[in-house]
């Protein structure tokens, strides 16, 4: 019997060629299909890198970590509440981040910055997110767009203008999405019609954050259509431009305190020197800018549900029920743990997108990766949390109904969770 | 006015918000892996003296502390609020020090250092002893100390005797120890520091001949966040650091030995009753009267 089978699989080895890989018996060879996959060349850490746990930060980091920590417990915690009603941002809050050099944390000290890592972002927004979203969102968009766009792209002149208005009170808005194109970001109808040295920009432009306050605004019209998305051009245009409008904010579901509005440009006026980068090239900064904002999300979304975590956790201890405190349920235990489990996976992923970024490593798909993950983990630990704190979860004295209602955003913008998976899928396919 | 040297004592100890939980055995409480944080009451000692220095009355801040070596963090930390170099007295792990240790390592390093100002946390939230400031001045026999060494009468008044003992004025009475301890606010003049207390029965002034001690209370200022430009500039700032033997501390026996330590009992439900007569039944009941 067993020479019989030795003998088939022998013939079939001989027909190994004409058999599909999939369905070629594994005792035949072990074949080292052939993969891209970078696991499979050895990452070694050279100088310069080194292994350690994700962790672990440097001191300048950690001390950071408790300075953001200790502001948004002190200066934000008492007004979440009534930044939420009220669907406003406190200008106090808005005006310490930027006193606290948080809202130019990666930029040259030559432009008002402090010149810290791109991982000091990521720890800055996930503590604010422990306590407010919605503010954290404000300095995770200057951070990881605004700065980036103009040190990236900008010329030497942009950036002696702007940055230092960027770091020192000066918001920025990113204004990429209209009514007809959110995902198909590219296939935008605002226009800007070339005249001369100058621009006259027409179009309207939908669901843009921070709109309510900023100061300056990137623009990303189509200078020629019937280039498709290779006519996309960033123009940089300041809030008092003539013809430019911003309307009434929407009234969100959460992250109500960070204003959301529509933007309208009426023949806007503006010089060829207020385009950002090269015409044309518009479309390529949306998409590289977009994956440093990934990871920014996902830091958000992962302080969000951090900050659910750790408020709810403590109140399972306290209240008892049938003699004991419903913590000590083992169904209750393992619930928690699970969550905790995810959040951690979730912590890790951020954490290494944010390490290879600033390593210059790519990340692009590890960047997805993070954002699709945390955003799904933030909708479970929030929604798990009202469960676990009852009657009272469901009221809005208590703060873990906001968090529920904060974490659905994450799922949505900054490329929704679908577009994620796509491109996720894209450097799958690549790999095999 | 001459700009001062200021030197302000830090401690590292557990952070406030820390839920404290009794280390297995009883000897003390848990440390291992608990986060940690600068003492309230240094870091308001702290931003005091970076107050003057922004004043433009100290010239110098320097931040000093006794520990292992993760006192290094600490230290960092008052960097990175205003200081303008940080000294550490090093000690090893698990070599017990209290409050004598550190007034020792302090006042040799007052001698290394010359500042014209002390200032320290009143107490230390691990510990609660209030006795760092009180044993420093002691040592260096500066105000704040049980003589009358250094105390400025008011005016229109004597000069007290040095062989001690009140002696009554015209106006302010003479205290047998002026202190600078509990201090809500702080005052530089001219070669002397005025202060006010904050005494069991109200406020109280004085006026201390510097070199002086003082030591910080609640309210005496509201101690600022570390922006971050400053905490990147703290790792320049130069950090020494000295075995705490080199200080005159000893590792030997330490005058004081933590004997146990246990959590409060646990809070039983209270009982509600119908009457007074009930009422006084239980209590009778329990033993209470």
């Known amino acids: ?432 | 006015m001459a700009a001062l040297r200021v030197l302000v004592g830090v401690k590292r100890v557990i952070d406030f918000a820390v839920k404290v939980r009794v280390a297995p055995g009883g000897g003390g409480v848990q440390t291992q892996g608990v986060k940690h944080a600068l003492n309230p009451f240094c870091e308001i000692a702290l931003e005091e003296a970076v107050r003057l220095k922004e004043a433009g009355l100290a010239k110098e801040v320097i931040a000093a502390s006794l520990g292992t070596k993760s006192s290094q963090e600490t230290l960092r930390t008052a960097l990175a609020v205003g200081a303008d170099r940080a000294v550490l007295a090093e000690v090893g792990e698990g070599v017990a020090t209290g409050p004598l240790e550190v007034a020792t390592a302090l006042a040799a390093l007052v001698g290394r250092l010359q500042p014209q100002l002390v200032l320290l946390g009143k107490q230390a939230i691990d510990d609660d002893c209030n006795q760092t400031g009180q044993l420093l001045a002691a040592m260096l026999d500066w105000p704040q100390s049980r003589g009358m060494t250094g105390y400025i009468p008011p005016d229109g008044c004597e000069a007290p005797g040095l062989e001690g003992g009140p002696v009554h004025t015209g106006r302010l009475p003479v205290l047998t120890g002026p202190q600078g301890t509990f201090a809500s606010r702080v005052e530089l003049e001219d070669g002397a520091v005025r202060v006010q207390r904050e005494v069991d029965g109200g406020l109280e002034t004085l006026r201390l001949r510097l070199p002086a001690v003082l030591t910080a209370d609640l309210r005496l200022n509201e101690p600022r966040y570390a922006t971050l430009p400053n905490i990147m500039k703290a790792k320049k700032k130069p950090m020494e650091v000295i075995p705490a033997a080199d200080l005159g501390v000893s590792g030997g026996s330490p005058r004081l030995k933590v004997l146990q330590v246990q959590e409060p009992p646990a809070r039983a439900g209270g009982e509600k009753v119908e009457n007074v007569e009930t009422l006084v039944e239980k209590l009778r009941q329990s033993g209470r009267i």
């Not at chain 1, 890198?49 to 953001?68: H, R, S």
């Open chain 1, 1 to 432: 019997m067993a020479a019989a089978a030795g003998a088939w699989l022998r013939g079939c080895a001989k027909l190994r060629r004409h058999m599909p890989a999939h369905l070629a018996p594994w005792r035949v060879c072990p074949r080292v299909f052939r993969s891209s996959k970078s696991e499979l060349r050895p990452n070694l850490a050279s100088d310069g890198l080194v292994c350690a746990p994700l962790q672990m930060f440097t001191e300048e980091e950690a001390m950071l970590k408790d300075m953001v920590a200790k502001f948004a417990q002190e200066r934000v915690a008492p007004f979440v509440q009534k930044m939420d009603e009220n669907a406003k941002m406190e200008d106090s809050i808005v005006q310490g981040l930027f006193e606290q050099g948080l809202m130019s944390i990666e930029l040259g000290e030559e432009y008002g910055g402090t010149g810290a890592s791109f991982f000091s972002i990521i720890l800055a927004v996930e503590e604010l997110a422990k306590v407010d979203p919605a503010v954290s969102l404000v300095c995770e968009l200057q951070n990881t767009l605004t700065n980036k766009l103009f040190t990236t792209y900008g010329t030497e002149e942009q950036k002696r203008t702007y940055l230092p208005r960027v770091s020192k009170d000066t918001l920025g808005s990113f204004c990429l999405s209209e009514a007809g194109s959110g995902s198909d970001a590219f296939s935008l109808k605002t226009r800007a019609e070339k005249k001369g040295d100058y621009y006259i920009i027409n179009g309207s432009k939908m669901w843009i954050s921070l709109a309510e306050d900023a100061g300056v605004f990137f623009v990303m019209a189509n200078t020629d259509p019937s280039l498709g998305y290779r006519g996309i051009t960033c123009f940089i245009v300041d809030r008092n431009t003539e013809g430019l409008h911003v309307g009434k904010k929407e009234d969100k579901l959460g992250i109500r305190a960070c204003s959301t509005c529509p933007v309208t440009f009426d023949n806007v006026k503006v010089p060829e020197s207020s385009i950002l980068g090269q015409v044309g090239q518009g479309y390529k900064y949306a998409i590289g800018m977009l994956n440093t904002g990934r990871i920014g999300i996902a830091a958000q979304m992962l302080g969000l549900a951090q900050g659910c975590f750790d408020r709810t956790v403590p109140y399972t201890k306290e209240r008892v029920q049938f003699g004991k405190s419903i913590f000590d349920f083992q169904g209750m235990q393992h619930q928690i743990a699970q969550v905790a489990t995810q959040l951690e996976a979730a912590r890790l992923l951020t954490y290494n997108a944010a390490r290879l970024a600033e390593a210059g490593r790519p990340a692009i798909k590890e960047a997805s990766m993070a954002k699709f993950f945390t955003a799904e983990v933030a909708t479970l630990t929030t929604s798990k949390c009202i469960e676990w704190m009852g009657g009272v979860g469901f009221t809005r004295n208590y703060p873990i109904e906001k968090y529920y209602r904060d974490c659905k955003i994450g799922t949505i913008y900054e490329g929704t969770s679908n577009i994620q998976l796509s491109t996720i899928a894209k450097f799958l396919a690549q790999e095999y």
